[in-house]
């Protein structure tokens, strides 16, 4: 580097001494100039009066006076006199030049210019007398004699004058044009120099562009490099992110398969352990997917590829359900969950302000053992929603605050360890509270508890409307009559939902393609069409605009995705889909989904009948599952004891008959399971279950005619009939119930 | 009769006085100057011949300028050329200035027409003789135009004056 700024510097002093020269050059032209113009000045001054020309005309006039003097020796005449008189005068006027200053001045340092003329000028005035002398004598011989004798050596004088003073002038003219010739060569040499100094300058400013140029270069090109490394670790982010979001969605798809099992698992009979087996089960699975929905989140937020829904809701939906889950959560550990909210509409993103609570909230039931939660929510000036989440937990250290909305940052691993989690969920708020203008912060007291806030702009801010709140609760079915395609390759997520639809009381029909799907909608008359996004050869987007482009307009579809971003909500849209729905499936969705889409006449409405307890149902119920009207008369015909002796019996019987009979249905004996059938519906319609009954007589129909039995819905009737009376699970319900799933996958 | 004759005594006094006015008078001292050449008023077989009462009586101007001849400034004054031209109603384009010693020098006639150029007859007030390079100097208003300060107009400075013809 110090070998590298020296020629630069020696560049830049190279410059300064080459400026400074330049410099002095320039002084020095100048002042030749200047020489030159005083010179020349001075040469104007001096030809004024021609010196050569003063002598020339003095010699001259000698030589006129002596003419016209020896004319009048010749002749007297007073004319000649006054002739003589004037030429005198003549030659008296040209004497001052020859005293002048200019003419000292030039000739001063030749002593015999100025000893010649000074006598010449002495000579002429001592005439002055032998002139005067010509007007009082006549005829005047003897002052005419005296001027000629004279006139002789003055003449010689002055013609010895001239040719002096021409000399001299001659030598004078010669030094000059010397001293001139020397000048312009000095004023040559200097011009010649500051060219050169001039030149050499552009010479070192050119080195000095070119070096610009090329450290330009270098930079252009470390600029390029670096922007190319950008690009590639950017594309390397991007290829990471794809990864992610790609990985979890293949995650997410046979976690939904687990998910969905164990909800189903969760409505037969169990043994208290595997009960516990299965609960924990759905507990990982659960975690898992919060796990995998964050990572997906983060992902997303990262490349800022996140949408919001901005729109107006009532802050109590909201929190409400955040009380319902998560104060479900905090009775199980023993703690106590206060939720408060003033009574308003709030404009932000409801799914976004939903998923903060539930991670804030999560996670102060997730670190406290004892004690309570409290969610405060508040509207503050300037229409922000402030919302306070205090705990009585273990607290977060002071120095580990700062890291807390780190990405990726657990507080220690032991806490990793003894809670799990990503850690991303404070990074996510972070991240989703900046995006939405608003701020997060927390205090906290070791072993004291914590509080996080945060604060959110939420305008426009209004009352909600009092009808809301005095609406009455809305029921959901949990029975519903029509046929559904479900369109979907994944084998478990089409059992799942087929069970699931079986279950309430719905045909399904099954379509593993987007192209089977479309062809199976335009034949058979569908009440609703559940479509997979992602499938083989037609993919669930193009299977619905094929579908509507044949016409079925009014036919709900509606999507299924484990992508449950706003984006794929609006491509399901823009497809012609009427819905969209987020896997993984369960019953809850499931009831949502067809109460919304099914036709009005496919609904029952029957409330679920709580453990332990037997509905009171009313009797005229159309779709009743048991006709009490019927066990009633039949109560007082062979007694009540009878009665439920019989009923009793009648639960494993008509299980294993169940069982047979979709066996044979599966196998193709079709006499086994007509006469299976055959004796469940006797039995069945003897005992007024009614329900049951029907779906037997039904099953027969369809076998006698050829088509498919639908022993599923068989199944579920008797399961329900059982429940309905309080029958206890057996154990080998169960296990045919697995059975009988696997025949319908 | 009488007043036949008065009549014609005054109509030739009257015709006396506007001819004086268009001719030149005779000079009655000794004559200093000679224009001859182009010239509408003579009173002389030579042209119009001048002394130096008749000079004196033309429109004048004093120059005070720095000369090359003078070591000091120098007080000049005469009668204007262009009044002198007008005087003798000269029609030409240059005039050839003649000195005593013959030295000739042309001068365009419109230099006089241009500066007031003066025939000076008289140096820090007084007349000038032959000796002091007398008795008419022609001399340009170097003092009210710097640039006629060069040998070009040094040169038309011609003294002792003799004659002037008009070409």
């Known amino acids: 580097m110090e070998k590298r700024a020296n020629p630069n510097r020696l560049n830049n002093l190279g410059i300064l001494a080459l400026l400074g020269v330049s410099l002095l050059l320039g002084v020095v032209v100048m002042a030749t100039f200047s020489a030159l113009g005083t010179r020349h000045r001075a040469t104007e001054e001096s030809v004024r009066e021609d010196v050569v020309w003063a002598a020339y005309q003095l010699d001259r006039e000698v030589k006129k006076l002596a003419t016209v003097v020896r004319d009048l020796k010749d002749g007297f005449s007073p004319e000649l006199r006054a002739d003589v008189t004037l030429r005198y005068d003549i030659l008296y006027s040209r004497t001052t030049v020859l005293t ?95 060219i050169g100094s001039l030149a050499l300058i552009v010479v070192y400013l050119g080195v000095q562009l070119y070096h610009i140029r090329i450290a330009r270069r270098r930079f252009e090109r470390l600029s390029i490099e670096n922007a190319e490394a950008a ?21 997410r798809t046979p976690l939904n398969g687990i998910i969905g099992m164990v909800d189903i698992m969760r409505d037969s009979s169990m043994t208290p352990a595997q009960r516990e087996r299965l609960g924990v089960i759905g507990d990982c699975s659960d975690t898992l997917l919060a796990l995998i929905d964050d990572i997906l989140d983060y992902s997303k937020l990262e490349s800022g590829a996140v949408d919001f829904e901005i729109k107006s809701f009532d802050l109590a939906e909201v929190c409400s359900t955040v009380a319902n889950v998560m104060g479900r959560r905090a009775e199980d550990k023993g703690i106590v969950l206060h939720v408060q909210h003033p009574p308003a509409m709030i404009t932000t993103d409801p799914t976004r302000l939903r998923q903060l609570l539930f991670n804030l909230v999560g996670n102060a039931v997730k670190f406290t053992d004892t004690g309570w939660v409290r969610l405060v929510c508040s509207i503050e000036a300037g229409n922000r929603l402030r919302v306070e989440v205090e705990d009585t937990g273990i607290g977060i250290p002071e120095e ?141 987007l193009e299977a619905t605009r094929a579908i509507r482009e044949q016409g079925l307009r009014d036919l709900p579809i509606v999507g299924l995705t484990a992508n449950a971003f706003a984006s794929d909500r609006e491509a399901c849209l823009a497809a012609g889909m009427s819905d969209f729905v987020a896997k993984p499936i369960n019953r809850a969705k499931m009831t ?58 009648f639960w494993p019987d008509a299980t294993r008959s169940t069982a047979e009979a979709a066996r044979a249905v599966q196998t193709g004996e079709t006499d086994v399971a007509l006469r299976e059938l055959h004796t469940l519906k006797g039995v069945a319609g003897t005992l007024g279950f009614r329900a049951f009954e029907a779906d037997a007589r039904a099953a027969e129909a369809a076998l006698r005619s050829g088509r498919d039995a639908d022993v599923t819905a068989l199944q579920t009737a008797l399961l329900r009939t059982m429940l309905a009376l309080g029958a206890g699970g057996p154990g080998e319900v169960a296990s045919q119930d697995s059975e009988t799933m696997r025949a319908a996958g | 009769m009488l007043t036949r004759f008065a009549f014609l005594c005054i109509a030739w006094l009257g015709f006396a006085g506007w001819a004086t006015a268009a001719e030149i008078a005779a000079p009655k001292g000794p004559v200093i100057l000679t224009v001859s050449g182009k010239i509408a008023n003579r009173n002389a077989p030579e042209g119009a011949t001048f002394d130096a009462a008749m000079l004196e009586a033309l429109p004048r101007r004093t120059t005070t300028a720095s000369t090359p001849w003078y070591p000091q400034k120098t007080q000049f004054e005469g009668p204007l050329g262009a009044a002198l031209l007008d005087l003798v109603g000269a029609s030409g384009t240059v005039l050839k200035v003649t000195a005593l010693n013959d030295y000739a020098v042309e001068i365009p006639l419109a230099d006089l027409r241009k500066w007031p150029v003066i025939l000076a007859t008289k140096i820090n007030g007084k007349p000038i003789s032959v000796r002091e390079k007398g008795p008419i100097f022609v001399i340009y208003p170097f003092d009210e135009d710097s640039s006629l300060y060069n040998e070009l107009y040094f040169g038309r400075s011609a003294w002792q004056v003799k004659t002037i013809e008009v070409r």
Request: aromatic fraction near 4%; charge should be negative.
């Open chain 1, 100 to 194: 002048s200053d200019h003419y000292r001045k030039k000739f001063g340092q030749d002593p015999d210019i100025v000893t010649l003329a000074r006598e010449a000028r002495e000579r002429i005035l001592q005439m002055a007398t032998l002139v005067d002398a010509l007007e009082s004598s006549s005829p005047p011989t003897q002052p005419i004699l005296a001027l000629l004798g004279e006139l002789a050596p003055l003449a010689q004088l002055t013609e010895r004058l001239l040719n002096i003073t021409n000399l001299a002038q001659s030598r004078i003219r010669v030094q000059d044009r010397g001293e001139l010739t020397a000048a312009y060569e000095q004023l040559g040499h200097a011009m010649t120099a500051l």
């Open chain 1, 231 to 251: 690009e590639r670790a950017e594309a390397g982010a991007r290829a990471k992110s794809i990864f992610l979001a790609t990985m979890s969605h293949e995650i």
């Open chain 1, 400 to 540: 580990a605050r700062e890291r807390l909305f780190q990405d990726f940052s657990q507080l220690d691993v032991t806490i990793n360890r003894r809670f799990g989690g990503t850690g991303l969920g404070l990074a996510i708020c972070r991240r989703l509270i900046g995006s939405l203008g608003g701020e997060i912060g927390v205090s906290s007291r070791e072993e004291r508890g914590t509080r996080f806030w945060f604060t959110l702009p939420v305008g426009p801010v209004s009352k909600p409307q009092p009808a809301s709140e005095l609406a009455p609760p809305t029921v959901t079915p949990d029975r519903f009559v029509g046929r559904v395609l479900v369109a979907e390759d994944n084998p478990i997520n089409f059992a799942v939902a087929s069970e699931l639809l079986q279950r309430l009381g719905l045909q399904v029909d099954h379509a593993p393609d987007g192209r089977i799907a479309a062809h199976l909608a335009g034949a058979t008359a569908y009440d609703l069409i559940l479509m997979d996004m992602q499938m083989p050869l037609m993919s669930g």
């Open chain 1, 592 to 649: 949502g989904i067809l109460a919304k889409w099914l036709p009005e006449g496919g609904r029952t409405v029957a409330r679920a009948p709580a453990p332990g307890h037997v509905d009171p149902a009313p009797a005229d119920d159309g779709q009743a599952l048991v006709d009490h009207g019927i066990r009633g008369a039949l109560a007082r015909e062979i007694g009540t004891d009878l009665l439920d002796e019989l009923t009793r019996q």
